[in-house]
């Protein structure tokens, strides 16, 4: 772990240093995010190296695959490292794939496959569930995934907070909230993390990271490669990618890790090769001028 971290800082979460650079478990699922992935034994074989290279910081969902992804982390790396961070959330059901084949070809249906569910119940019942998957007595991290808007955000925060003092999770994170919002939670409790999109070509939840960097709260980039698609910047990546004789994904990815000290990218994958693509954006030393070329291009 220490070469990571010295590569990439650290930040703390449940009263573990983790390296800033995480693994993001999404991909360790089907097509869709839905169901087994085509190569399990690859995915399994993929967490095991994130940790052989020193991640210390692995972030899943319940509804990624749905249970897939955490079924995998358990199996790969149960019994975890004293010093491994889990974040899992819950928040988010699931009607099935996330892409579907049309005869105009593949169509993404976004938030359609992922209504939100914030009943208190049945982030209780989430909880308990990811514990008994991933083995854990204790979640380190758990994270609302939506705010649900048929439920008060009190009553969603609240039982998170009712968890934790209960022992059942050991921190509170959001997921895709606004600085309002942020604001009414931390009202009723604690909050270490806050997960939103964010990378550099989508920047709308800058003022959100303004607070977390005011505050010392953990700012989780998802799609921190735009999910491949950089092309809004690709000019400026391209030249930048090429000065440093990288991949455009491995300067965004280091864009990321400069951009600000509370900043915790987990980009993800379900191939060696390209986690170890991934990690060697750690060694990326982009300067002034570089940083300031990618933050003009959004």
């Known amino acids: 772990m220490d070469e990571l ?28 995010i839905w169901g087994e992935p085509a190569d399990r034994a690859e995915c399994v074989a993929v967490v095991r190296r994130a940790v052989e290279r020193g991640v210390r910081f692995i972030d899943t969902a319940d509804s990624y ?27 988010l059901t699931r009607n099935g794939p996330d892409v579907i084949d049309t005869p105009d070809g593949p169509k993404r249906l976004g938030p359609a496959a992922w209504p939100p569910v914030g009943r208190p119940e049945y982030l209780r019942q989430q909880a308990l569930m990811s514990l008994r998957r991933l083995g854990l007595e204790q979640i380190d991290l758990f994270q609302l995934h939506r705010v649900d808007p048929q439920v008060p955000l009190a009553d969603q925060v609240g039982e998170l907070a009712k968890l934790r003092e ?15 919002q942020l604001a009414e939670a931390r009202a009723i409790t604690d909050i270490a993390t806050v997960q939103n999109r964010y990378n550099v070509v989508e920047r709308k939840s800058r003022d959100l990271l303004d607070v977390c960097e005011r505050d010392g709260i953990g700012f989780i980039p998802w799609a921190p490669v735009a999910q491949g698609g950089l092309d809004g910047a690709a000019g400026v990546l391209a030249d930048v ?34 986690l170890d693509e991934n990690l060697a954006a750690a060694d990326i030393r982009l300067s002034d001028d570089d940083l300031a070329r990618l933050t003009a291009a959004a």
């Open 5 to 32: 971290a010295n590569r990439t800082g650290v930040f703390e979460i449940a009263g573990k240093k983790v390296p800033r650079l995480g693994f993001g478990a999404m991909r360790l699922t089907g097509r869709g």
């Open 65 to 91: 695959g749905p249970y897939v992804a955490e079924e995998i982390i358990r199996e790969a790396i149960h019994p975890y490292p004293d010093e491994v961070v889990i974040a899992t959330k819950a928040g």
């Open 166 to 180: 209960e022992g059942k999770i050991a921190a509170i994170g959001l997921s895709e909230v606004s600085v309002a």
């Open 241 to 274: 990618a090429r000065e440093h004789e990288a991949t455009v994904a491995q300067v965004a990815i280091a864009w990321l890790l400069a951009s600000s000290p509370v900043m915790m990218p987990i980009p993800g994958t379900s191939r060696r090769t390209h």
